[in-house]
């Protein structure tokens, strides 16, 4: 991310970049460099959503970089008003995602962000899975005219997928269901239904959601959808997806409900069933 972002600002001179407090040392050299472009904002997200707007009102992209909670809740209304409704162009890089942060307790946790973006229309949220998958997904979008959240995390997948914007990677093709894996689940469910009959779809772009893919892979209406964030937050897509047609849905995810356990990353996915071991379950339960 720092290099593709880095990169942007050197070689263009309608970009910007403003920070919160995060990201300083490691955009040290950019931070220095052009002053007048990139800067760092210090704890004030939502006037520097305002800030950022402005400045994309007068033709220079901005490009904000935070962490998830603090740029989707606490800056939701400049998000609202100074970005979706005046259809503003932006890009909104955060880190954390669900609970990257995990010993940082829930003030740090944002499993909502989907379901919350979600509810501004014109709005793109692109989940890559890998570093590479950031870079790729962020040269293909950061200038498209749209507002754009892009959710990082620390814990990414070892399995590199060729993804494009907009559409889900076919991974596998098989007759009995159909699995999305959804951003970082997808090595939990490749090691969950490698001996399985089952078609793996791998999401990277959330909003738009690709439904022409997942509709050729019907196989019944069996799906099981495989989500890094709060559990059933991408069910009305498939809603919207199969609105005349039966679906039988099941789902991993993080348990709606407020986590109030600290410990580790892994820790928490236990917690929430993100395991290759509920996923296999999950997957048994909804073929019988």
């Known amino acids: 991310m720092i290099k593709a972002v880095g990169d942007m600002i050197k070689?263009?001179?309608?970009t910007s970049l403003f920070l919160v407090d995060i990201g300083v040392w490691a955009f040290r050299d950019i931070l220095r460099d052009y002053p007048d472009r990139a800067m760092n904002i210090g704890i004030f997200e939502d006037g520097?959503?305002?800030?950022?707007?402005?400045?994309?009102?007068?033709?220079i992209i901005p490009t904000v970089y935070g962490i998830s909670p603090f740029i989707v809740n606490r800056a939701m209304e400049q998000l609202k008003l100074d970005f979706a409704y005046q259809n503003l162009q932006g890009?909104?890089?955060?880190?954390?995602?669900?609970?990257?942060?995990?010993?940082?307790?829930?003030?740090h946790y944002c499993p909502e962000d989907i379901g919350?973006?979600?509810?501004?229309?014109g709005f793109e949220f692109i989940a890559p899975g890998t570093?590479?998958?950031?870079?790729?997904?962020?040269?293909?979008?950061?200038?498209?005219?749209?507002?754009?959240?892009?959710?990082?995390?620390?814990?990414?997948?070892?399995?590199?997928?060729?993804?494009?914007?907009?559409?889900?990677?076919?991974?596998?093709?098989?007759?009995?269901?159909?699995?999305?894996?959804?951003?970082?689940?997808?090595d939990m469910v490749l090691e969950a239904c490698k001996d399985i009959d089952v078609s793996i779809l791998y999401y990277t772009t959330l909003l738009p959601f690709d439904r022409q893919t997942l509709s050729e892979h019907y196989n019944g209406g069996k799906?099981?959808?495989?989500?890094?964030?709060?559990?059933g937050t991408l069910a009305y897509e498939i809603y919207k997806t199969f609105e005349d047609m039966p679906v039988q849905l099941s789902g991993v995810g993080v348990k709606r409900e407020i986590l109030r356990k600290y410990g580790t990353k892994a820790e928490n996915d236990v917690y929430s069933g993100l395991t290759a071991g509920n996923v296999s379950s999950a997957l048994c339960k909804l073929l019988k």
């Open 91 to 107: 890009n909104f890089i955060t880190t954390g995602a669900s609970y990257d942060f995990s010993t940082l307790g829930y003030s």
């Open 223 to 231: 799906i099981l959808l495989c989500e890094p964030h709060y559990e």
């Open 11 to 14: 070689n263009e001179s309608d």
């Open 131 to 186: 570093a590479s998958e950031f870079s790729k997904l962020f040269s293909e979008t950061r200038r498209d005219g749209n507002p754009t959240y892009y959710r990082l995390s620390d814990h990414v997948n070892k399995t590199e997928t060729d993804v494009e914007f907009g559409k889900a990677a076919v991974i596998k093709t098989g007759s009995k269901a159909t699995v999305i894996a959804v951003s970082t689940t997808l």
């Open 48 to 59: 520097m959503i305002s800030l950022a707007a402005g400045m994309s009102l007068g033709g």
């Open 116 to 121: 919350t973006i979600s509810m501004l229309p």
